[in-house]
């Protein structure tokens, strides 16, 4: 468990799955999402029991003041050059500055209990709240990646964000001491 004062990333835990995939079905949460229809119970049911299994993957639950507000997953991609990828979103009902905390929590995470070098990050180019907060957290654009992603209907350019742990703890500091 990684926590400041007022917020703790936890494991997900199979108790969790409805409240997450509810998160996930909101449709505030799921028009960012690279799968955009609605998450039926055994489809999440199933996505747990093989991430759970995957020891590479990371299913952490944010809480604030005790009350879950969000979800967080981080993948090791390479456990050799120490990079692992993000995924995140917060409960539709969240706490004004939630997002804030949970970056915090996150990154200190990765980089300070995972000692991971780098961690990568996506955005749709529409949703710019995720791009405006992967750039307040320190990250940096590595990419546009051009029509890269296809929704059913058209094409979406995706950009890519990298924050190197030197960077991390230069630029932001870890705030969450």
Same mark, same amino acid.
């Not at 993957?57 to 990828?85: C, M, Q, W, Y």
């Not at 029509?147 to 630029?171: K, R, S």
């Given at each position: 468990m990684h926590e400041n !004062?007022?917020?703790?990333?936890?494991?997900?835990?199979?108790?969790?799955? =409805?409240?997450?995939?509810?998160?996930?079905?909101?449709?505030?949460?799921?028009?960012?999402?690279?799968?955009?229809?609605?998450? +039926?119970?055994?489809?999440? +049911?199933?996505?747990?029991?093989?991430?759970? !299994?995957?020891?590479?993957?990371?299913?952490?639950?944010?809480?604030?003041?005790g009350v879950p507000s969000?979800?967080?997953n981080v993948t090791i991609?390479?456990? !050799?050059?120490?990079?692992? =990828?993000? /995924?995140?979103?917060?409960?539709?009902?969240? =706490?004004?500055?939630?997002?804030?905390?949970?970056?915090?929590?996150?990154? !200190?995470?990765?980089?300070?209990?995972?000692?991971?070098?780098?961690?990568? *990050?996506?955005?749709?180019?529409?949703?710019?709240?995720?791009?405006?907060?992967?750039?307040?957290?320190?990250?940096?654009?590595?990419?546009?990646?051009?029509?890269?992603?296809?929704?059913?209907?058209?094409?979406?350019?995706? %950009? *890519?964000?990298?924050? %190197?742990?030197? =960077?991390?703890?230069?630029?932001? /500091?870890?705030?969450?001491?």
């Amino acid at each position: 468990m990684h926590e400041n !004062s007022s917020a703790v990333l936890r494991p997900l835990a199979a108790d969790d799955l =409805e409240m997450v995939r509810a998160w996930r079905n909101h449709p505030d949460v799921r028009r960012f999402m690279y799968t955009q229809h609605t998450v +039926e119970r055994d489809e999440h +049911e199933g996505w747990f029991e093989l991430a759970a !299994s995957t020891p590479d993957k990371h299913l952490l639950v944010f809480e604030r003041g005790g009350v879950p507000s969000g979800f967080v997953n981080v993948t090791i991609a390479d456990p !050799s050059a120490r990079r692992a =990828e993000w /995924g995140f979103y917060l409960a539709p009902n969240a =706490e004004k500055g939630s997002g804030s905390l949970l970056g915090q929590l996150a990154l !200190s995470y990765v980089f300070r209990d995972l000692e991971q070098h780098k961690l990568c *990050g996506e955005a749709l180019a529409y949703n710019h709240r995720s791009i405006r907060f992967h750039e307040r957290l320190g990250f940096r654009q590595e990419a546009c990646l051009r029509d890269h992603h296809f929704d059913g209907n058209q094409y979406h350019d995706v %950009i *890519g964000f990298g924050l %190197i742990a030197t =960077e991390w703890l230069e630029e932001k /500091g870890d705030r969450t001491q």
